[in-house]
T-cell receptor
């Protein structure tokens, strides 16, 4: 079975540019999560969706970050404009229900220079 | 106080050693608990769930102590391949649903 699929795997961009990260959750999973991981702050939950509806976006750092889930098989996390402090690994994850095992994608490694 | 606290380590142990990690949590409403493993430059993956009665999976044993609000992971007969970061994870249901990840404990197993 296909796992959570993320793209791009790696991105290097210049400060001020727009970054769009994409995610395809595991088929049949109703919950989707976006996490950010850095050495300093560890793994942080940015936002999660249940049945395509954003439930908790309190972890989104600021207005430069936005996330959408237009259908059950696709989600995006957008950063506009990007800043060097946004450099991190961004993980998308999904689970069958809100309290079920969370499965992570391989991550999108973002570097903003 | 952080919702989940782990000793960051690193723990450096020889092959064959037994090593134990603890994780404390502050929210008594926490309902389910897990240990995840994360290899260097990889995504976190579920290692095992943690049940109230304690559970074992091969060389790995997980325990939950609700009274003292901690969970533990014991690894027996450590292998080089056990070198990774181990993340304590819990689900809180009080005031809505939330999954909390600990910062992780790094383990290095040496030959």
């Amino acid at each position: 079975d296909a796992g959570v699929i993320q793209s791009p795997r790696h991105e290097v961009t210049e400060m001020g540019q727009e970054v769009t990260l994409r995610c395809k959750p595991i088929s049949g999973h109703n919950s989707l999560f976006w996490y950010r991981q850095t050495m300093m702050r560890g793994l942080e939950l940015l936002i999660y969706f249940n049945n395509n509806v954003p439930i908790d976006d309190s972890g989104m750092p600021e207005d430069r970050f936005s996330a959408k889930m237009p259908n059950a098989s696709f989600s995006t996390l957008k950063i506009q404009p990007s800043e060097p402090r946004d450099s991190a690994v961004y993980f998308c994850a999904s689970s069958r229900g809100q309290t079920d095992t969370i499965y992570f994608g391989e991550g999108s490694w973002l570097t903003v220079v | 106080r952080k919702e989940v606290e782990q000793d960051p380590g690193p723990f450096n142990v020889p092959e064959g050693a037994t090593v134990a990690f603890n994780c404390t949590y502050s929210n008594s409403a926490s309902q389910s608990f897990f240990w995840y493993r994360q290899d260097c430059r990889k995504e976190p993956k579920l290692l095992m769930s943690v049940y109230s009665s304690g559970n074992e999976d091969g060389r790995f044993t997980a325990q939950l102590n609700r009274a003292s609000q901690y969970i533990s992971l014991l690894i027996r007969d450590s292998k080089l391949s056990d070198s990774a970061t181990y993340l304590c994870v819990l689900n809180n249901r009080g005031g809505g649903f939330k999954t909390i990840f600990g910062a992780g404990t790094r383990l290095f197993v040496k030959a």
